[in-house]
Nanobody, 121 residues
């Protein structure tokens, strides 16, 4: 199985920036769609961003967040700028073996442990 390990979460002030990293095991990373999801307390998990042959973003983060990947290092990143308190959540990295990079969670077969992002007002 593919293992995903997130890092880079923490506490930042509103308007600040943070970069999350997700390191993946295996040598099939380049063919997978990769996504970021987040879940706030008491809320459902929601889509944030995905990357395959293209990139896709939730409307709530478009223009502020950037997803990228380094296939040689089997790592996907989420650069988060202009952070808002409503961005506070646990952020999860996920891998979609189909390569599509869906906005829905179901196609993602592998998930990381999550990393906490807290944005203070």
């Amino acid at each position: 199985q593919v293992q995903l390990v997130e890092s880079g979460g923490g506490l930042v002030q509103a308007g600040g920036s943070l970069r999350l990293s997700c390191a993946a095991s295996g040598r099939t990373f380049s063919s997978y769609g990769m996504g970021w999801f987040r879940q706030a307390p008491g809320k459902e998990r929601e889509f944030v961003a995905a990357i395959s042959w293209n990139t896709y973003y939730a409307d709530s983060v478009k223009g502020r967040f950037t997803i990228s990947r380094d296939n040689a290092e089997n790592t996907v990143y989420l650069q988060m700028n202009s952070l808002k308190p409503e961005d506070t959540a646990i952020y999860y990295c996920a891998a979609d073996p189909s390569g599509y990079g869906s906005r829905q969670s179901a196609p993602y077969r592998y998930w990381g442990q999550g990393t906490q992002v807290t944005v203070s007002s």
